[in-house]
């Protein structure tokens, strides 16, 4: 009997400890958070596909349309502590001593956010837009410069910064409705579907990477188009954009 309690207890903390699992209960956690804003005044659309220019698509967690404006959220949930500033490629996550790096989410959502722009065009003429990224109860943010182009916060503090956001002329009700049938068809509702986007999601990131890793071997900045030039660092050599300090992008 104990036997059996003992592997039922590891097969849980095992498949809760799955990263993608992690993500999926973050996402959840963030979404029943914004159910108990007033549905009157708050469209609550998870899971959006956007398509961009180039034909891919991006994918946005949450985005809340509100009278207030339309709330972009980005959901990270990551544990340990997060070190990163608005202006860094590539953030670091702490953990019992461990490294690991993760894209700037900041510039993600921006890529979103970007995406949702040309994809709406003139409905959003005159709507505000605001950048969250939110990170879980595990994580322990440890930034030393304020951020300028979105908030970075802990899920306990999401209602608190959508309700004190403040916006001198709310959006009428019909522009709301008119941006959620805009994207309603972009919410998949049947899994199949939504699998064989996600699938094609992973493709499209690995395909951006391989192409990103071609313009670096090229010597081409993948930032900005700019030539990439060889440099001494105190670690050692790595390679630097040519328009430094414009562009700060390195490999
Ligand atoms: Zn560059």
Redesign the pocket.
Known sequence: MWVIILILFLACSLILKNPKVKGLIGEKHVSNILNKLDPQENILLNDLYIPKENGQTTQIDHLLISNKGLFVIEMKNYSGWILGSEKSQNWTQLIYKRKEKFYNPIWQNSTHIKALENYLGDTLAGVPIYSIIVFGKNATLKFKEPFSKAQVIKSNQLLNVINSTSIAAPLPHFKMKKIQSQLSMLVLKESKARKERAKEHVHNIKREMAARNTMISNDI?P????KLVMRKGKNGQFHG???YP??R?TA
């Open positions: 900045c930032r900005c188009g700019g954009c040519s328009n414009k562009c992008f």
